[in-house]
């Protein structure tokens, strides 16, 4: 809403994560370099490409994005499509490098070569690599709280570390990464057990970042960027609003329904569903779930399905109720003896959406997450809090006034 002046009173905001047809975001394409590959085998070194981008994309912390295979102009490359990514140069280094990690010492012997090196002047590689690089790990330092990252090395690796502490003792020995020397310790003792810390100046996003540049292993072949540029949303502003609609039309509906057919019990069901909505977005907010409309329409379902366990429940319990039993024992056999189907149809949805999840990509994944969160939490909804509700709430006496 905007006043004649022009200012604004009403701030409208999806405060979740959207997708790439909700929101829009980077589109990048990178070509192969087969030059140096046999052609038999290029169909393998895209696929293992495609394998380690999406494997850094997926860690860099981005949901649902589009990664696949395609051809420009005969040659093979790499569709990237990364939703709401507003950094795009932190995004690129990501994808297209792996932290090259050398761990230097001084050259005593103060050859020429050490001496005019561009790297680092009088000091010289000592063979420990990233190549024996067992695993990399953020973490913060208990004493300065500062963030570092930790390494551990494999046995080869560990032997070399032993070796060169041992040699440089009061000496210092630079970890060079990329070329650029980030941190040059004084080793004070002999380490043993192939771990060291990468320190520095580093946020935790960026000791994260050194971290799965590190872990991902090297491009199988190189790759260069053809392609760049920002996408608009394919749905966007519209969808989402059409979609809030939606859901809201159906939660009426399913509510009135409810209202009608079970009277003073639905009263409780509706306000359970409304406290089972709340508890679904909570969840998107705090795993940082990305919707796209697939993962919206996995959401409406969920609720649907949420008010399935409370019909359940409820004929469960007028059955218990027409046999003349009070209402507290009524409420404790319908959903004793509804839990049963409830469980076995809850399954059942949800090895489906295992299976989607597993063998699908993408808004596919997508739909099978908000499916599965919804299910579980419809359970949570039904079996707890509409059953609190019911046995702390609904009138005991004159139940036949209440469903």
Do not use: C
């Amino acid at each position: 809403m905007v006043l004649p002046q022009g200012k604004k009173i009403i701030k409208k905001e999806f405060p979740l994560s959207l997708g790439l047809d909700l929101q829009g975001g980077a589109h990048l394409v990178y070509e192969l370099d087969l030059s140096k590959i046999e052609k038999s085998d290029w169909q393998s070194a895209q696929e293992s490409t495609l394998r380690i981008i999406r494997d850094r994309v997926d860690k860099f912390g981005v949901g649902e994005p589009v990664i696949q295979s395609l051809q420009v102009s005969g040659k093979r490359a790499i569709l990237v499509e990364l939703p709401g990514i507003k950094d795009l140069d932190q995004a690129k280094k990501l994808i297209g490098k792996t932290a090259q990690l050398e761990f230097w010492e001084e050259d005593t012997s103060g050859s020429k070569e050490s001496k005019e090196n561009k790297v680092l002047p009088g000091f010289k590689p000592t063979g420990l690599t990233g190549k024996q690089l067992k695993k990399a790990t953020p973490q913060v330092d208990p004493n300065t709280q500062s963030w570092e990252v930790g390494l551990e090395f494999n046995a080869e690796g560990a032997l070399l570390f032993k070796d060169i502490t041992k040699r440089n003792l009061g000496k210092p020995v630079a970890i060079v990464l990329d070329e650029i020397p980030i941190s040059i310790p004084t080793v004070q003792t002999t380490i043993e057990g192939g771990k060291a810390v990468i320190t520095g100046k580093f946020t935790p996003q960026e000791a994260k970042n050194l971290a799965i540049q590190l872990n991902a292993g090297a491009l199988p072949v190189p790759i260069k960027i053809i392609e760049e540029r920002t996408v608009e949303a394919t749905l966007g502003k519209e969808a989402i609003e059409r979609s809030i609609v939606a859901g809201l039309i159906g939660l009426f509906l399913v509510a009135l329904y409810m209202l009608i057919n079970y009277r003073y019990w639905g009263f409780w069901a509706v306000v359970a569903l409304v406290i089972y909505t709340v508890l679904n977005l909570w969840v998107y907010k705090i795993l940082h779930i990305t919707l796209t409309l697939s993962g919206i329409a996995g959401f409406i379902l969920s609720i649907g399905m949420a008010v399935d366990a409370n019909i359940l429940i409820f004929s469960r319990s007028r059955e218990e109720l027409a046999q003349g039993k009070d209402m507290i024992s009524s409420v404790e056999e319908g959903f004793s003896r509804a839990w049963l189907s409830i469980r076995d149809s809850n399954v059942s949805s949800l090895i489906t959406a295992f299976i989607l999840y597993s063998f699908g990509t993408g808004q596919v994944r997508g739909f099978a997450v908000t499916l599965s969160i919804g299910i579980l939490l419809s359970m949570f909804s039904a079996i707890t809090i509409t059953r609190t509700f019911l046995l702390t709430f609904v009138p005991k006496k004159s139940y036949e006034k209440t469903i």
